[in-house]
């Protein structure tokens, strides 16, 4: 991974849950990644948002889409669907978010869907594949303590649950980062 801003594609799967969504976010703001994603992307996490909460309704839907997509205007990557046909991966559904990665300049892909694409076929692009449990870690290694200001300012940001630093790190553990969980539980007072 990169040192400095590294430029990397959020797949839908990063983008919910919340949490781990927010984490990201947290960790752009501070400027320690460049988010990107598509307009594909943005409507898979719809339709996922909508699934698993049938009583959000589309304004809301598009009120919290609003929020974080406006923080981050540069963000929406376009003109990708010209290559979108060329590329090849275990599922085809899948080749927007390579064509995407492609044309936004990404240094790699963040997703939990690791089998979807194959090293072999997007290290031709110069980019890679990365669980988000790593990124957070690689993120945390780079700059330990910008990642744990950024930590502590997402964790204070979530004023509804209001979470201690203790509830905070479970977060991570139950959307499994449990790397992440680790490498921050000695840092927790800070947070």
């Not at 590294?6 to 919340?18: K, R």
């Not at 044309?103 to 692009?125: D, Q």
């Amino acid at each position: 991974m990169l040192v400095g801003r590294y430029s990397a594609f959020l797949d839908a799967n990063v983008l919910h849950p919340a949490f781990l969504r927010g984490a990201l976010l947290w960790f752009a703001d501070a400027r320690l990644l460049r988010p990107v994603w598509s307009q594909d992307v943005l409507a898979e996490w719809r339709r996922s948002i909508q699934r698993r909460h049938a009583d959000l309704d589309d304004t809301k839907v598009d009120r919290l889409q609003a929020i974080f997509t406006s923080q981050f205007p540069d963000a929406e990557v376009t003109d990708y669907a010209a290559f979108i046909e060329a590329l090849e991966l275990p599922d085809p559904d899948d080749r927007h978010v390579l064509a995407a990665a492609i044309v936004g300049r990404c240094h790699g892909i963040i997703t939990a869907n690791l089998k979807h694409f194959p090293v072999e076929v997007v290290s031709k692009f110069g980019i890679e594949v990365v669980h988000p449990d790593d990124f957070i870690v690689n993120i945390i290694d780079i700059d330990e303590n910008k990642a744990i200001a950024a930590c502590k300012r997402h964790r204070e940001a979530m004023t509804v649950t209001m979470p201690t630093a203790e509830q905070y790190l479970e977060r991570f553990e139950i959307c499994g980062l449990i790397q992440a969980h680790q490498r921050l539980l000695p840092h927790k007072e800070l947070l």
